[in-house]
Structures are given as C-alpha cells and as structure tokens.
C-alpha cells in the first residue's frame, strides 16, 4: 500500500502512499454487497445514523467517489515515516518558506485522521496567501496517532495519551524544534492537554478547540446525570447541560471502545459498517454530515467525509484506533471514561470555542483549569471537527491564539 525508503528505523523516511487498484475494487464490491437492516422506526436520528443516509453514503461511496482524488492531495505534502518508542509513526511536515515560522504539532482525534488537517496546511505554513502575515507563519507536523491511519498498529499495551505526548516530544526534537507549540482537538486536545501538564521545557505553549476545563466536582455531577448543580453562571449551565447530554447519549461508542474494543469485527469486516460508526460522532457533527449526503453540504462535503472512512477502511484501523479508548480508561485515565476534565496545565494556554462543539467551554471554567491563558475566543460558527469543517477560522484563531509567544 505505500512505498517507504531508508534502513535506520530512527532516521526520518520518506513515504508515499500508493493504493493498489485491486483493493479499491474490492472496496467496492464490499460495499455493493452490504446487507441492509430495515428503517428506523422514528422519524428522526435518535436510534443511530439513519438509513436513508446511509444508503446515500453508499450509493456515492460505489459508483462516484474517486480515493485517487484524496490520494494525490496526501501526496502533493513531504511525508515522512520515523520510529519512536518502538512504533513507526507517520506524519506530515510541511515547512513556511517565512523567516522565523513557529514550529507547530497539531494532533487529530477519533474517527478523525491527518485528512482533518489538510485544509489548513496552507493557511498555517503560507499565511500571506491568505490575508495574513508572515511574521503568522508555522513550520507544521502533522502526525497520525498509534493505531491510526498510516502509523504503526500498537501490539502490547499502553500507547495512552501520556505516551503519545512523550513521543510528540520526541519527534519534534527529532526534526530539530526547539522550541514549539502544540494544538489539538478531540483526542488530540487530550493528548496535548496531557503533554502541557507534562511541560517539556521546549512546549513553549498549546491551543486546544476542545479544552479541559471541566472542574472535577462538575465532571463527576455530569457523569452521574445529577440536575445542574446550583450557583452555575448562563454559560457554565449551558455548558453542563451539553456535557451531561454527552455523557447520558452522546459517547455510546467511547463506552464500547473503553471497554470492548476487540469486539467491534463488524466494521472492520464491513465498510458499510465502518462509515455509519464513524458517523455517529456527535448529534452536531452527524447532522451536518447528512445534510451534505442530502445535497445540502455545509462546512464539510460528502468526499470529505469519505476521505477520511476510506483511509480507515484501506489501513484496516478501526479496531486498532478505537484501542485508544481502552488505553485511556485502563491507563492514565485512572479506570474513569471522563475525558474534559481539568489536566493541571501550568503553561501559556490558547482556547478557541466553537459553538456546535460538544460543549461550549466557559470562560470562568478556562481561567481556573489554565491559569496562564492567554487567549479565549467564542465564534459563531463551526462545530467539534473545526480544523475540518472551518479551515479559515480556525486558522486564524491558531495565529491569534500563538501570536504572544513569538519572539
């Protein structure tokens, strides 16, 4: 499937990715064949992803659809595959032709890959291009986790988020940046959460589109399904009114994936399968993806979205990617699927709220889980998958969020 140079596992390789037509034809097939349930029997979502949308999925996904398309974006960017901690981890780098860029790592989340990311590559590495400076720029990294995409599948135990951060570190060292700054959203949110509280002297400071900020007292109350506990500001009650319709209906799939993930064959054995749980991120997010199967796209288009199912379907990781889950909740996740929580982040601290996110962060509860931030902004539109769905502002709001920490 790719094609790889180089001897020393630790030396930065160069990758390419190189489908063979075979297995987008088996794809195909696999999709054409798939056996259907019967509809829903309610006229809106809350059963899981709804058939109509589905079969609009699939009709696209068998007969219009072009990987090739995707395939050749991944390939116009330098890809590079190195060892660290005894996994291959692949990543994208792209450096600014700006003096003085900033080296930034962003990190992806589930059932997210580096597709996440593409759009702003540009916008980040060639801010001038865009309506920006070039005093903004960013030499970017963009990895794929362990389990995902075209990293390494772990096979023992304990690749969580502290071992990922740790080896974020290295691999920024590895291409010589020191110092730099992280960002992520989703997973990638905790797992540079968990790299600010381990404050690597050369992490000079993280954006996160998806912050800990959730106090623990509130955590454990959202949890439990407790009614909203008193002496809440507007936005704090708002807030928790999205957080404990998260934890009640909205993270079905973390539970699974915390506790039983080798179970989940049907969507490794079916794309089918795969596309309608990788769908099923957040009401939000769903919604926006089936307006676009409907014909009515907004923020994200149908061969967005199936960019990123067909890379896990071809690099066969979604038992490996939802592993992740489970590491979190029997590694340094202390046994608890709480994943907003505060993180003890000491270091300069950039927040970015979207409002369709799976919650709204306040900034009360901002200020108290980062006690040096120093950006906080709300925007008006876009939702959990930001980088994605509103490459622009987020772009933006990563070069306001970093600007105080240039030199």
């Not at 010589?176 to 992490?203: K, R, S």
């Not at 807030?239 to 998260?246: M, Q, S």
């Amino acid at each position: 499937m790719t094609q790889q140079t180089g001897s020393d596992k630790t030396a930065i390789r160069p990758f390419h990715v190189n489908v063979p037509e075979a297995e987008l034809t088996e794809l195909r097939r696999r999709i054409n064949a798939t056996r259907w349930p019967e509809r829903e029997t309610v006229g809106d979502a809350s059963q899981g992803v709804q058939l109509a949308t589905t079969q609009q999925l699939a009709r696209y996904w068998a007969t219009e659809y072009d990987w090739r398309k995707c395939e050749a974006k991944l390939n116009a960017l330098p890809n590079f595959i190195t060892e660290i901690d005894g996994l291959d981890i692949h990543f994208i780098h792209v450096r600014s032709k700006h003096d003085n860029a900033l080296p930034l790592i962003v990190t992806h989340g589930w059932p997210g890959s580096i597709v996440e990311q593409l759009k702003i590559v540009d916008p980040l590495t060639n801010p001038t291009a865009h309506g920006a400076s070039a005093s903004d720029a960013f030499h970017l990294v963009i990895p794929s986790m362990p389990g995902y995409g075209f990293s390494g599948k772990p096979t023992t135990p304990g690749w969580d988020p502290s071992r990922i951060a740790r080896a974020w570190v290295v691999l920024m060292k590895r291409l010589g940046y020191t110092p730099f700054v992280a960002q992520g959203g989703d997973w990638g949110a905790i797992i540079t959460d968990v790299m600010a509280a381990q404050a690597p002297p050369e992490l000079l400071g993280i954006h996160s589109n998806m912050p800990g900020v959730i106090p623990p007292d509130i955590d454990k109350a959202a949890q439990s399904g407790a009614p909203i506990p008193p002496g809440l500001s507007a936005d704090e009650r708002l807030a928790y009114e999205r957080l404990a319709f998260v934890y009640a209906k909205g993270v079905a799939y973390g539970y699974q994936m915390g506790l039983r993930p080798q179970t989940l064959y049907g969507i490794a054995d079916s794309p089918v399968g795969l596309a309608a749980y990788l769908l099923d991120h957040d009401a939000r997010s769903y919604e926006l993806i089936a307006r676009a199967f409907a014909g009515q796209p907004g923020g994200l288009t149908r061969d967005d979205v199936l960019d990123n199912v067909t890379l896990t379907w071809l690099t066969n990781t979604a038992i490996s990617s939802a592993r992740l889950y489970w590491s979190r909740v029997h590694g340094d996740g202390a046994g608890t699927f709480g994943f907003f929580g505060v993180k003890g982040v000491s270091i300069p601290v950039a927040v970015s709220v979207f409002p369709d996110d799976l919650y709204p962060a306040p900034r009360s509860w901002a200020e108290q889980a980062y006690p040096r931030l120093i950006h906080y902004n709300k925007l008006d539109k876009g939702g959990h998958f930001a980088a994605w769905e509103q490459p622009q502002l987020f772009s933006e709001e990563v070069r306001a969020g970093f600007r105080s920490l240039r030199k």
